[in-house]
């Protein structure tokens, strides 16, 4: 298939590009590049033996995305379907900024999906978050959850789905699959892509990450007085590669079927602050240095997914524990300290 | 004050402009047409004896939007806040073109406050809707219940409120009211403007108006079965002028006071669909035939106001009973009985 992968210079989409190329498909990415690299295209060019084609291009812009469209029917090679990383996704910034945020994430995937519409492609894997359960405090969350975001990036993600269950309810020519991701680390095995945030990583593993090989002093560790076995929050941690196979598992599964489709993307377990800093230093061969510092509020205790849905529907599950993880990240972090800046 | 009021060729905006026009405010329209005819604000210029600026352009239309503020500041009277009307409003409509929908009412919001906060407006009046209860049995509705909207009309409306309270928890210079509308029935005393639906109406008094006119044959109740005295659906009919004195006090109220607010402006009465249609036959002097026909799908039994929070804050009550919202809206309709279509 030919497929359109929004976002696709990005940590999770870079990785899904790569598994697609492998797959055989063929794919264009479109990507405003404003928080990635051009390097990680290149590299998994490189990685598949294949050339990826990069439109340098804006969601805002309906021009472009027009363009985007018809240039690949113009060559006779139509997209076929569209994977829909692009956004922004630091939850702090969008408090600071959320008209930002609506405009990139909301307009932006309304752009697309009209762009879309017009050259009659209604096939789409959307890049969801588990975020969109906003602070339940039932474990493990499952697609019958109501959605209750609790912040700005959390409702931009909340307000898509809502779009495109609305469409997929309205018109069956649609085949839809919201990705409700839990959180994404690890990198490829080659070590030669992953990921690279801008300034002060806003999740756990990068930063942890960033400290064990010497950008950063120590990790802070929000709360240790949770009720949890070791005081920490626990989260769900799913390997990138795994997630990355989720992505082609549900553009499979809507090869064959139509309509709206739900899936967490998660392991199904849990693991804690501590345990991460100390996986990680298993993987580095040195122990993380930390601190604890008091909650941050907003957090919950515990949170992981249910994915039995994705294995039920997509014969989809994670297969990389949290070593294989702090392994493949550490291996892309020490290999390359500054991410793609230094290439 | 110089105010800008999107859809101010609409309905309630007519209303609206007409009002601030007689409060001695600048108004400057802004409106595609798509819905609304010029021909009402050439009637609201007679009203009040001052012409009315129509800038015709669409939400959809960002360079359009910068132009109109642009536009009113160079020629020496920059806009200072904004009414925003404009918007799609058909719920069935709405369920078989969400993309539309969103497109609208979504992206035109987000494209509108991208303009304000460019040229430093931050005041803005929202034309929200009691929709965005969804189907809560509670009554009466007060603000603090949580949004619900169930279907893709209501939800533009509940985006854009999120949108809205996001923006201004993250920036204090903005002041927005979000005003939950109930029913709007009636038209301005003088019978020269009023409500000119496209088509068959959605709601209950315009199809009940243009029966009695004899535009259409008899009103199809839905559902006499309902736990409520007569067995018909119980609603919350708000006398439009009212409802634009409420713009008016939320406007006044925002200029003394920053963050974001919501009011609900209805009566805090409900009246059954019999009490209406039997109103009506009153005020036409002739009975309005009508049938019972089965319940529609997701129609509450009732749904009324709690007004409490604008009478507090706001010092706005609605003044105008069933019988007047009967009488000024039937001698539009039979002074008009094609709308503004004739003029």
Avoid at 225 to 236: A, L, M
């Amino acid at each position: 298939m030919k497929i359109l992968v929004t976002g696709g210079a990005g940590y999770i989409g870079s990785h899904t590009v790569l598994a697609l190329l492998e797959a055989g498909h063929d794919v264009v990415v479109l990507d405003n590049l404003a928080n990635s690299s051009a390097e990680s295209l290149r590299r998994v060019g490189e990685l598949a033996g294949r050339d990826v084609d990069l439109v340098r291009a804006d969601l805002r812009d309906p021009a472009a995305l027009d363009a985007a469209f018809a240039g690949a029917a113009r060559a006779g090679a139509p997209i076929e379907a569209v994977i829909h990383f692009a956004g922004l996704k630091a939850v702090g910034e969008s408090v600071a900024e959320p008209l930002r945020y609506y405009t990139n994430n909301t307009v932006g995937t309304v752009n697309l999906l009209t762009a879309m519409d017009a050259h009659d492609v209604r096939t789409i894997v959307f890049s969801s978050s588990a975020t969109v359960y906003g602070a339940t405090e039932e474990v493990p969350l499952t697609e019958k959850l109501p959605l209750d975001a609790i912040n700005p990036y959390g409702r931009t993600k909340e307000q898509i789905e809502d779009i495109l269950s609305d469409l997929g309810d309205a018109d069956s020519r649609w085949r839809i699959a919201l990705l409700r991701y839990f959180n994404p680390v690890g990198a490829h095995e080659s070590g030669r892509i992953g990921e690279d945030p801008t300034g002060v990583p806003n999740n756990l593993l990068p930063f942890v990450a960033q400290v064990a090989v010497g950008r950063r002093e120590k990790v802070r560790v929000f709360g240790d007085d949770y009720p949890t076995p070791d005081g920490t929050g626990v989260r769900d941690y799913i390997h990138v590669v795994d997630l990355a196979a989720g992505h082609l598992a549900a553009l499979d599964y809507l090869a064959s079927h139509g309509g709206v489709h739900r899936w967490n993307l998660g392991t199904g377990h849990g693991s804690s602050v501590l345990e991460v800093i100390e996986a990680f230093g298993r993987a580095a061969g040195k122990p993380v240095p930390y601190e604890i510092a008091p909650r941050r509020p907003g957090d919950a205790a515990v949170s992981y997914a249910d994915p039995s849905s994705a294995l039920a529907d997509l014969g989809w599950s994670a297969t990389r524990d949290l070593d294989t993880m702090c392994a493949d990240h550490w291996r892309w972090q020490s290999n390359n300290p500054n991410g793609y800046a230094e290439a």
